[in-house]
């Protein structure tokens, strides 16, 4: 009889301990994905800047204030606009003044922004009275580490009547 009871409660103990392990790896997990999710909030710039590419692109293409002829007409850029970033984007005098325009500057804060006009097979856009120039290839570059956001907008230059590509790279 003795002998009977014990060969009962091997089961048992088996099935403790496969419940044990069980609810031992669930609750690592659990603490795992708890863990790991609570500390990326302190990961740097994790995706704070592809917002801010698509804030400064809807500035340039949509705005009177950017590259837009009119507000009423977005998308359809003016070619003096156009040059007039170029040559602000690479002077270093203005190119601060300019991230304050594209809302990129704050005081604790600074962005970069790279803008380019590309063609659709995204080689860039010549300036047409100088052709070994590019039209607007403005701003500075990204290094390799940097995490960049990249927004692409179509833009029709309305006194060339060229649809064109307009990228906006924006990185800390």
């Not at 400064?56 to 040059?83: C, H, Q, R």
């Not at 990129?104 to 047409?128: A, D, F, K």
Request: no cysteine.
């Amino acid at each position: 009889m003795i002998v009977s009871s014990l060969q009962n409660e091997r089961g048992q103990v088996s099935l403790d301990y496969i419940i044990g392990i069980t609810l031992f790896i669930v609750a690592f997990l659990f603490m795992y994905n708890l863990l790991t999710s609570l500390l990326l909030p302190f990961q740097l710039n994790a995706d704070e800047v592809k917002p801010m590419a698509e804030r400064a692109s809807t500035v340039l293409v949509e705005s009177s204030s950017g590259l837009a002829i009119s507000e009423s007409n977005p998308n359809v850029i003016d070619m003096d606009k156009v040059k007039q970033l170029n040559s602000d984007l690479n002077n270093s005098l203005i190119y601060d003044t300019k991230l304050k325009e594209l809302g990129l500057s704050t005081t604790n804060i600074n962005y970069n922004i790279n803008v380019s006009l590309r063609y659709i097979n995204n080689t860039l856009y010549p300036n047409p009275l100088m052709s070994s120039v590019p039209l607007l290839n403005a701003g500075k570059t990204p290094d390799e580490s940097s995490n960049v956001g990249k927004i692409t907008r179509i833009v029709y230059l309305s006194q060339y009547s060229q649809t064109l590509m307009l990228d906006v790279k924006v990185w800390l």
